[in-house]
């Protein structure tokens, strides 16, 4: 099995979290189904705007991408532990964490070397499709 790892320093402007997608999605292209592409996506553009949100410093995205599954992360410099909430039901916000939760195999939180967090996650065909 084939695992192709990149990293990329996401840049804290408006379009971020879009062209985070556009990376992500170039990086699983020809490698995993469309289904689980589309669930990287998703999951790509809520950990980078939560990054952006709540995060603080320097943010960084890694991909590890195999044809079974691909491993996100998104780092930050801040000190703060991310977990869902209860969204607002007329409210916009809230639901980044959870629909991560939903359509990740498993994800989690953990302190970086260097300082800050890496929210993770992993995505499998199995949850996606």
Excluded: F
């Excluded at 695992?3 to 490698?31: E, N």
């Excluded at 603080?56 to 995205?61: A, L, P, W």
């Excluded at 977990?83 to 990740?104: F, K, Q």
């Amino acid at each position: 099995m084939s695992i192709s790892s990149s990293t990329s320093t996401v840049v804290r402007r408006r379009d971020a979290a879009l062209l985070a997608r556009r990376y992500a999605r170039a990086q699983c292209a020809g490698h995993t189904p469309p289904t689980l592409v589309e669930d990287v996506e998703l999951v790509v553009s809520e950990l980078v705007t939560n990054a952006m949100r709540h995060g603080r410093g320097q943010i960084t995205m890694h991909l590890e991408v195999a044809p079974d599954r691909v491993v996100v992360g998104v780092q930050d410099q801040g000190a703060g532990h991310p977990s869902p909430r209860e969204p607002d039901a007329t409210g916009v916000n809230g639901r980044g964490l959870a629909l991560v939760a939903i359509l990740a195999t498993e994800w989690g939180v953990r302190l970086a070397p260097a300082g800050g967090k890496v929210v993770w996650c992993v995505l499998t065909p199995a949850v996606s499709g």
